[in-house]
């Protein structure tokens, strides 16, 4: 191994001296070096100290900065060691002490840097904990948004009074990633009918982005308040919430007026709408529409029906 190159000399420094062999032992003398002192090191080997086998090396003591070692003084040896004056503890500023070589100051700096970054990792944990509450997953209970409404959607209970069926229904869908929805609308027809007597729409949102509730409570369930005329009813046993909202403006007359119903259920954060409406006038030929109360009972068997068959 290649011996280290001395490091360089300030132009005021006395050159190092070559390696002594050992001498006798011999009382501690004064020295005229106060220790520590970056500008005055100590004669002798520059990078290696010969100890005792066994013992421990002895370790300097702190002296203030300025004040000579006198011998015996601070329990010390009276002069500072020989040794490598680059290795010696660093000076943190004017007269200050030296770290104790046991760990003390130095393990207990390292100590609470270890708990100030576990303190400050539990924070930043409990911080995400805590505001990144917010989950992208919507609630949408299983349930899919149909190609065709109109072939999947369950109407059966109007077959009774609208036999025939709507050949040219209208249908459409949407796909978004905030978005699914389909919607049927068709016309239903009593025998012999050319023309509709009466009216089916029906429609399944599947809110992907937002939870459709509160606008959901406060559309349907005071739909009174803006829409006069209207009578709205609390619906059971459908979905999380389900609302009736019905109108009839025949005043138990066949001949005109017309006869309304809705039934909307929220479930989750899917929605689901089913609407009947009839007009009569002296052109059509029903004269004898479905009661309001018949309508109903079927808007609500239909639409748990069809919310069952479009539920995975």
């Known amino acids: 191994m290649s011996t280290p190159s001395q490091p ?16 006798p032992a011999v009382p501690p003398q004064p020295t005229a070096y106060p220790y520590p002192s970056p500008q005055s090191p100590p004669p002798g080997n520059f990078y290696a100290q010969p100890t005792l086998v066994g013992q421990p090396a002895a370790q300097p003591l702190p002296v203030p900065h300025g004040q000579q070692v006198q011998p015996g003084q601070f329990g010390g040896a009276g002069q500072p060691q020989p040794g490598n004056p680059y290795a010696q503890a660093p000076q943190y500023g004017p007269g200050a002490p030296v770290p104790p070589s046991g760990g003390g100051g130095a393990g207990k700096a390292v100590l609470w840097a270890v708990v100030g970054a576990v303190v400050a990792s539990a924070a930043w944990a409990g911080g995400v904990f805590l505001i990144g509450g917010k989950s992208d997953s919507a609630d949408l209970r299983g349930y899919a948004a149909p190609a ?3 072939s999947r959607a369950d109407y059966s209970s109007f077959k009774s009074e609208y036999p025939q069926d709507d050949t040219t229904p209208t249908k459409n869908t949407l ?13 239903l027809k009593k025998t012999g009918s050319t023309y509709a007597d009466a009216y089916l729409t029906m429609q399944l949102d599947l809110h992907r982005k937002t939870d459709p509730g509160p606008e959901f409570t406060a559309l349907w369930k005071n739909y009174a308040d803006s829409h006069s005329g209207y009578e709205v009813s609390t619906v059971n046993g459908i979905g999380d919430e389900a609302y009736l909202v019905s109108q009839d403006t025949t005043g138990g007359s066949a001949g005109s007026g ?3 119903a809705t039934l909307a259920v929220r479930d989750g954060w899917v929605t689901y709408e089913m609407t009947y409406n009839t007009y009569l006038s ?8 479905p009661s309001l109360g018949s309508v109903t009972d079927w808007l609500k068997k239909d639409a748990k029906a069809t919310l069952g ?3 995975g």
């Not at 360089?8 to 001498?23: I, M, N, S, T």
């Not at 796909?175 to 016309?187: F, I, R, T, V, W």
């Not at 002296?282 to 529409?289: A, T």
């Open 148 to 150: 065709d409404m109109c």
């Open 282 to 289: 002296s052109y059509d030929q029903d004269k004898n529409p």
């Open 258 to 260: 017309s006869r309304y």
């Open 309 to 311: 068959q479009l539920k």
């Open 8 to 23: 360089p000399q300030p132009a005021d420094q006395p050159a190092p001296q070559p390696a002594q062999p050992p001498q």
């Open 175 to 187: 796909k978004n990633p905030a978005l699914d929805e389909s919607y049927c609308s068709l016309g």
